[in-house]
Each structure stands twice: as C-alpha cells, then as structure tokens.
C-alpha cells in the first residue's frame, strides 16, 4: 500500500547484503578507502591551506567531510590530529566567514609551550592532511536578536571565537567596543583587521600590550567604556581574565550581562598517585603511585576487566575520559585531554593526577 | 578477558611485573624433572635479572621511538589488504570465464583472496588484536575493536592466546597451546594411545585450522570431557560463548560460499561453483598456511619445555627467559617475513608481544646477541628445515618413549588392550 514500504525494505535488503559482503569489517571500512569525505562517513576534514597570522599562530583552512552541518560565529569544533602516530583531540574555536559559499571552515590557533597539538597545527602540518572531526558545538554565541550595544573582551587567543563573530555579525551590530589584550604589539591575532574595522569606524578598539601597559585591569573600563554597564559583554582569554571579569559584573550586579568562554587548561600536569573516578559506577577514590588502578578498583568493589595482571594481554584496556597514568614497568607518563578518551591497561597504570575512568 | 568476582582482599601485584622480587629466587636445577637437562641452569638469578634489565632497555628504545613512520606502516598494509581483497572478489565475479582451457580469473581470484587472507589473520589481524597498535589512539585500528577474517571471535581468541598462551608459553598443562591438545610435540609430554594416530590428527587440523582455533578457543574440548561435573554458572558461560562462535561462523561462511558465488551468479560470465571452489580453496590455503607457521613457533627441535612447579613465584626476568627459550625463528626473505605476520621473529614476538610487529626485524640482532652471550640458544632456521623438524617430531613422537625393560609394541598393545578393555578386553570380569 505504502510506497516508501517496498522502497525501505529494498534499501534494508541492499543493507543487509552490503553487510554479508564486508563481514568482519563493515560497509563503511571500504568505503572510507574510496571516499573518506563522503557523507555518512565519520566526520572529517581535509586541511587547504595554513597561513601564518603572528610568530605563534596560525590559521588553518579545512574543507569539512560532506556531512558538516554548518555552525553559528563563536562556536568551537574538536579536531582529532596524529601527532607522531597518535592521535590528539583539541577543541578551537571556528574564525571563518560562514557567508563565503566555498563551504570551507577555518580555525585559528596558537602554539603553546608543550602543546602537542598547537605546535603540530601551526609548524608541521602539510596541506592535504586529513583530519577527525566533530560538529560545533557551544553556547559561547551572539543572541538572535543581537543587542544595541555590545562589548568583547579578549586575550590572547581568546580572541578566535570573537573574530568569528565579527566576521559575520559586524554589519548587524550598530555598536561594538572591543578590549584586546596580548604581551606585544606583535603577538596580536588579527592586528591589521581588527585595526581596519576601527579605522573603518565599526568598532572601537582599545589594545592592552600588557608588556608594555601591564596586565589590564578591569578598573579602567569605566575609563575606557564608560558605559559599559550598558553594554552586552562576551570574555575569552585565560582563567584569570575569566575569574576576575566574573567577580567584576557579579559585584555590579549585571551577571546576566556576561558570557564567557572557559578554555580547558591543554597541558595535563603528572604527579604521583591521584583521585580515581569509576564515571559508572559511581565509585571515587585514592589511589597511591605504586598501585594497579586494576587493584585499586577490584579492592573497591569495582567489576574491572583483567586478565594477565602483566600487561601482556590487552584484556584490562579501558577507556580513560581524562587524566594522567604511569606505566609502572616503565616509569612512562600516558595523559589523557578531556573528550580524548584514551584507552589504558589498567593492570600496568597506576595514577599520576585525577583519572576518570569510564567503568 | 575475565570479570573479577566481588572480593574484599585485592589479589597480590603480579610478580612477572618486575625483574627484581622481594623474595631471593632459587638458583636453577641442573636437570628437570623429566631427567632432562635444564638450559638456564648455568645462569644465576642476578644474571636473569641482569638480562631482565637488558631486555626492559631494548623495549623502551623502540616503543619510545614508535611514531609517523609506524603508524603508516600499518595504515599502508590494512590499505593494500583491502584493496587486494576487493579486487581478488572483483576478479571473481568473472570467475567462469575460460580460455584456452583455462580459468584465467578464477587463479587470479583464488591466489588474491588467498594473499589477502593471509595478511588479514597474520600482520594486521593478530598484531593488532594483540594491543601493538593501540598506541596510535585509533579507534579502528585497536585490539578492542579489531575482528578478523576468522572463524573464532576475537573475544575469545585474546583471551585463550594473548593471556593464556603468552603468559604460560611451553608450560606443559598450563600452555594448550602445546599441541592444541591433540599432539604430543615434547618428549616430556605423557604418551597415551591417542597420539599414536597423530599425524592424522595433525593433517586434519592443518586443514580446518581455523575451525579448530575456534573451537579449541572456545574450550570446546574440555567442555565435552567435564560437561557432567561443570557449575551451572560454566555451563551457561560456554552456552554463550558457543552461540558467539556459531554465529562468527555462520557469517564468515555466509559471505564466503552464500554471498559471493551468488553475486557470481549475476554477471553475464559468472560462475557460482567456481566462486565457491576460489572460497575454499582461499581458505584451505590461509588454514594450511597459518598452521605451518605456527607450528613452528614453539614446536622445532631445540625448543625448551617448562614445568608447572618452575614458574611459581616467577619474575619478569624469569618470564623473559623462558619465552626466550619457549620459542624459535623462521629466517628468511622480507616477503616471507611480512606473510608470516613477523612470527617468523617469534622469539622477538614472545619477548614483546606488543611490540609493532615491523620493528621486531631491528630488534632480532641485539637479542641473539644477548643469548649468545648468556650460553642461551637462540632458535632458527629456514621455513623448510623447521617445518621439517616439526613433522617429524609429530612422526616420532607419535610413538611411545623407550623405556629399559620393555619395548615400544609392548607399550602400546597394552595401551590399546586397556582402552578396549571396556568394551570386552582382558579387563572384563565376566
């Protein structure tokens, strides 16, 4: 009676064959092989092009895999890039224009000391670099009825979130001041646009080279802008910038004027031992640096994996949501990212800071 | 992989996970209990824990210099493995066309299929299924997700290989894997009336290799012999498992003889049957060639076998000595090395079974160094001379041990007349 009936049953039979043909793998691993990009694939990206923005930072253009689904100015995606054969996830914020009918995104980065990731995007990754990706996500984002007046305040890199915006809402926005703070003069992230868009009249822009003018301090502001209680405000930069912008409208009163854009600390630090979180089980505790996370959680009560107790097996892996472990035959340091989701052998790892283990 | 029962007391730190123990370990026997020489009784248990170090140091060089290069190593054989696969299936599909009298595609296909089998099972499958990749944090290509072309589910294979077999390697009644329970490959295995037919036996399993894997995996052998004593608990654990072997079956079987012989079916110049033989034939060729590797893993002349009592207590040291000895090489071309899926260096492999496998050639020389310079004998040989070794000892050893006072006929006719004794033989009272 129905035609989609017959239609759905001859695509689910087509399914089915599809699946006999590619057992033990699946359809989509030979897929992948023609076209990784396709849609319905695993999202991923393909890098164009990276440009130089400062000495540190860098813009890196991807064409997204075709089941990309778009996103709204400030928001951030996670890429997931092999760093000598292992692969990191890092969330960044997207800078592109979303209006260009190129159909390509573009993020903004900045290498950090010790940043795995960061230091692969803006030195060592060719064009042509395939990469994971995830969908936007995030709610550090312009309201649809966008407001009267508005002011950013950015630091550092803090400010890709604030260029996407900018980007694609300026026009829309009769009034902007914007507050940018970096060490120099020269380690400004889009210095000459953000100059063009004052010399243009769009925005006003104050920058705070803090080398030079020390760390901003938010008591200048009813210097700089006076009616900033008037205004809108979007925060992104470092946790103290965020800390101290918090207490600032908090005791003015006007907490519900903010948003702020909390960046997760990138480097995980290893120490000995650590609080241990079994996610599902519900269970936590204390683990010490000579102990099997393995032991800890079967003394705990927790049904763990295992299965040689000598790291031989592969039997005990488990997925570690975030933290740092120690290889006790080694003495070698396994950190893991929030959302990274590394995998451990539990009977060799013991705790080298917080981990969260999704048991 | 095992679940841990709720306990109050964690079960102590495994002593294999350090080459120094708390407790002085005992100096080696001059001879085993078989009455035949023990190979490390020369070394001290500082100088073991002294090689322990040496071998600790080896495998950090190496995973600590893993990186881009491995990684695309693995990423270009899983590539070729499927190209060849498909391509092996897309000759198939024509496999009926003839000429000259010939099945032009059909050897093509078959002798594709046959390659791209081989790699699956032995550098990819195997390897990864073994954790040797899973430092790359790639979700697909991990010993938690990997299932191969094969007809024991990689659930139970991990568990009976990678923790049983390589934690207990040539420990007579803990190892299995010492002739799979159906040969007797060591002297200082018992002999009974069974082994006398075991070059039949050993053909049979070549052939069905990966069905016997399966069910040997799946501990179907002892779930026969004990059926009547087993926990209510065991039975309904091997009535799961057995319904995840059957189904990992059904669905290998279901794609190599159902699927594609009817796909065959719908070219102008397909052939069905002729689909279904590349099958087989594919597939006889993986078993048979898997099995000759792997018996030559620990079963060659020269190969030392341990006993139970000697690993108690037993130090990472220890441990590394014994899969030194447990284990032996197939020297030979770098084609042969990759087909073999580097278990041609099963000494390296045994050391370090999460070793990447392409980096166990680079290793080979510094261990032989090592056991050479220890009085250890580093086993090796070509294909055939292991090979050969092998299927005479499954020739020799098919026979009772010589014992003074009586012959080898004696041993058996007295064998057989009391396996027959049941059923009307001497033993029968009335």
Not at chain 1, 239 to 252: N, Q, R, V, Y
Not at chain 2, 106 to 128: C, D, F, Q, R, Y
């Amino acid at each position: 009676m129905d035609s989609p009936k017959p239609l759905a049953g001859l695509l689910d039979g087509a399914r089915k064959v599809a699946q006999a043909i590619a057992t033990p793998l699946v359809p989509a691993d030979y897929l992948d092989l023609l076209d990784p990009m396709r849609s319905g694939a695993d999202l991923r990206g393909r890098i164009v092009s990276i440009t130089p923005e400062t000495a540190d930072a860098a813009t890196v253009t991807i064409r997204p895999g075709r089941g990309w689904a778009g996103h709204r100015p400030g928001q951030y995606i996670r890429i997931g890039i092999d760093v000598d054969g292992v692969r990191h996830w890092r969330a960044y914020s997207l800078t592109h224009r979303s209006d260009s009918g190129d159909g390509l995104i573009s993020i903004t980065t900045k290498a950090i000391p010790d940043g795995k990731v960061s230091n692969q995007l803006v030195r060592a990754t060719a064009p042509g670099t395939l990469v994971m990706l995830d969908q936007a996500t995030g709610d550090f984002t312009l309201p649809q009825t966008l407001p009267a007046r508005a002011l950013f305040l950015t630091a550092g890199s803090g400010i890709t979130p604030v260029i996407g915006m900018l980007r694609n809402h300026l026009d829309d926005l009769p009034d902007v001041a914007h507050i940018h703070c970096a060490p120099t003069e020269a380690d400004v992230i889009f210095r000459d646009e953000l100059r063009g868009y004052a010399a243009a009249s769009r925005l006003t822009l104050h920058e705070n080279h803090d080398d030079v003018a020390g760390i901003f301090n938010l008591a200048s502001l009813d210097e700089l802008v006076p009616d900033w209680r008037e205004r809108e405000v979007w925060v992104c930069g470092p946790t103290g910038l965020l800390d101290a912008a918090e207490a600032h409208w908090e005791s003015a009163g006007l907490a519900d004027q903010l948003h702020v854009e909390r960046f997760r600390p990138s480097v995980v630090e290893p120490g000995e031992g650590g609080t241990v979180t079994f996610e599902r089980t519900g269970i936590t505790l204390e683990a010490d640096g000579g102990t099997p996370i393995l032991d800890a959680g079967e003394a705990a009560g927790v049904l763990m994996p295992s299965g040689c107790r000598m790291g031989i097996c592969f039997g005990c892996v488990v997925t570690m949501r975030e933290g740092a472990v120690r290889d006790l035959r080694t003495g070698d340091i396994t950190t893991g990212e929030d959302g990274e989701d590394v995998r451990i052998q539990t009977c060799i790892s013991a705790a080298a800071g917080r981990c969260d283990i999704d048991l | 992989m095992t679940l841990a029962p709720e306990r109050t007391r964690p079960t102590p730190a495994n002593s294999r996970l350090s080459v120094t123990s708390a407790e002085p370990r005992p100096q080696r026997p001059e001879f085993k209990k078989s009455g035949r020489p023990n190979p490390a009784a020369h070394l001290t248990p500082e100088q073991i824990e002294e090689i322990g170090r040496e071998l600790d140091v080896i495998r950090a060089e190496v995973m600590d210099s893993r990186g881009a290069g491995d990684a695309a190593y693995i990423r270009r054989v899983i590539k070729t493995q499927r190209y060849l696969e498909m391509g092996s299936r897309a000759a198939l599909l024509f496999s009926g066309v003839k000429y000259k009298g010939v099945r032009p595609m059909w050897w093509l296909g078959t002798a594709g299929l046959s390659v791209a089998k081989i790699l699956e099972n032995m550098e990819i499958g195997h390897n990864v299924m073994h954790g040797q990749w899973d430092w790359m944090r790639d979700p697909k290509i991990h010993s938690t997700a990997w299932e191969w072309d094969h007809a024991s589910p990689a659930s139970q294979w991990k568990h009976s290989h990678n923790e049983i077999h390589h934690m207990f390697t040539n420990v007579l009644g803990r190892d299995n894997d010492l002739g799979y329970g159906i040969l007797r490959v060591d002297q200082d295995q018992r002999w009974s009336l069974f082994y006398l037919f075991q070059p039949v036996w050993h053909v049979a399993n070549a052939l069905l290799f990966e069905y016997s894997i399966a069910a040997y995996d799946l501990e179907l052998g002892g779930y026969l012999a004990k059926k009547k004593r087993m926990s209510e608990e065991d039975k309904a654990k091997f009535h799961q498992d057995a319904q995840l072997t059957l189904a990992k079956i059904k669905a290998q079987m279901t794609k190599d003889y159902v699927v594609h012989p009817a796909l065959s079916a719908a070219t102008f110049t397909g052939s069905p049957r002729h689909t279904f033989t590349a099958n087989v034939v594919a597939n006889l060729v993986r078993n048979v060639w898997s099995n000759t590797v792997i018996i030559c893993g620990h079963f060659p002349p020269g190969i030392e076998t341990f006993e139970k009592t000697s690993i108690e207590g037993e130090t990472r040291g220890e441990w590394y000595l014994r899969q030194m000895l447990g284990s032996g090489n197939i020297h030979g071309s770098k084609a042969m090395h990759l087909m073999t899926g580097n278990l041609s260096h099963q000494i390296e492999h045994h050391l370090f079974p999460d070793m990447p496998s392409n980096r166990y050639s680079q290793i080979a020389p510094k261990i032989r160094d090592l056991m050479e310079r220890n009085d250890l004998k580093y086993v090796s040989g070509s294909l055939a001379k292991q090979v050969g070794g092998v299927y005479w000892k499954v020739v020799e050893l098919s026979l009772p041990p010589k014992r003074e006072g009586t012959t080898r006929r004696a041993t058996i006719l007295r064998a057989a007349k009391k396996a027959l004794g049941g059923k009307g033989g001497q033993g029968r009272r009335y």
